[in-house]
Every structure is written in C-alpha cells, then in structure tokens.
C-alpha cells in the first residue's frame, strides 16, 4: 500500500483545515489508519486514529474536540478535518496503517508522504 497526504497549507489561528491520506497500489480498506504529526525539533506524535470499519476513533488529548477523523473505504481515502488551530499544530501530518489498533508509531507499516500545516497569523 502506498500513501500520500496532501491539503497542508497555511491557516490562520482559530482557523480549520482538511487534509487527506489517498492510498494507491492496493486498499486500506483491512488496516487501522492512524494520523501523525511531528513539529520541528521534536518526535512524532500520535493525533487521531480510526477502525476498518470507520465506528471507532482514538485521539490525543491535545486534539480532542478540535480534530475529527473519517475514512470513506470506496475512495480509499482517510481525513483529518481540523478545527479551531493553534500554532502548536504547526507541523508535518503523516497518514499511515496498521494491523493492530494503536498509538505507537512503531506498529504502523505503511507510511505516506508528509503534508505540511503552518498554523500562522
């Protein structure tokens, strides 16, 4: 499976923002779908998570209430709708899978390409 994140941009504080993980060459339709983050200088971070069947989400704490995450299995594609941004979400979003529902990075497999969100004024 291949991924790829794409949306980023810049946003004003206060401000939302949707970004997409589309998969290609095979389907996601089977994994967990996890979206990460990493800000400069520091280690990435879990943000939102979301089941095969797209019932069940897991978020950070740091996101709960502001972030929702969807998937749509016939388009092979997940989302992360972001609302009421802060600065401290300025970074580079990664989309991944998983066969096992979790938080940690290291049990993700598949991991797209990064897109990046300035949360700015």
């Known amino acids: 499976v291949q991924l790829q994140a794409f949306g980023g941009g810049l946003v004003q504080p206060g401000g939302s923002l949707t970004i997409s993980c589309a998969a290609s060459r095979g389907t996601f339709s089977s994994y967990f779908v996890g979206w990460f983050r990493q800000a400069p200088g520091k280690e990435r971070e879990f943000v939102a998570g979301?089941?095969?069947?797209?019932?069940?989400?897991n978020y950070a704490d740091s996101v709960k209430g502001r972030f929702t995450i969807s998937r749509d299995n016939a388009k092979n594609t997940v989302y992360l709708q972001m609302n009421s941004l802060k600065p401290e979400d300025t970074a580079v979003y990664y989309c991944?899978?998983?066969?096992?529902?979790?938080?940690?990075?290291?049990?993700?497999?598949?991991w797209g390409r990064g897109t990046l969100v300035t949360v700015s004024s």
């Open positions: 991944a899978t998983s066969r096992t529902w979790s938080t940690r990075a290291s049990l993700y497999d598949y």
């Open positions: 979301i089941t095969y069947s797209g019932l069940s989400t």
